[in-house]
């Protein structure tokens, strides 16, 4: 079983940053994909972005592409999502992911572990 705990939302004006990251309980956590999602209000939940195990590998949607970075730092059990530009369809609720597959990797039904997750507002 792994546990994720997000932190680092807020509010932000547009084209400001935020920078959000997820610490997980378990010392496999290196054997892991890791995601972030997002889920607005009447939306479904959405792909942002993947890393591999390593880190050497990573996947973003379109709508991010350019602005968010995702990174991990193994010996720390953490995974960051750094955040700029940020434009108030960014807004929603984001939630860090665990353990998929990278075929897998930009669908919420390939994680088994999920945070609670943590509220992004961007202001117009």
């Known amino acids: 079983q792994v546990q994720l705990v997000e932190s680092g939302g807020g509010l932000v004006q547009a084209g400001g940053s935020l920078r959000l990251s997820c610490a997980a309980s378990?010392?496999?956590?290196?054997?892991?994909?890791m995601g972030w999602f997002r889920q607005a209000p009447g939306k479904e939940r959405e792909f942002v972005a993947a890393i591999s195990w390593s880190g050497g590998s990573t996947s973003y949607a379109d709508s991010v592409k350019g602005r968010f970075t995702i990174s991990r730092d193994n010996a720390k059990n953490t995974v960051t999502l750094q955040m700029s530009s940020l434009k108030p369809e960014d807004t929603a609720v984001y939630y860090c992911?665990?353990?998929?597959?990278?075929?897998?990797?930009?669908?919420?039904?390939?994680?088994?572990?999920w945070g609670q997750g943590t509220q992004v507002t961007v202001s117009s």
């Open positions: 378990q010392r496999t956590f290196s054997r892991y994909i």
């Open positions: 992911a665990a353990d998929a597959s990278w075929v897998t990797a930009a669908t919420p039904a390939g994680y088994d572990y």
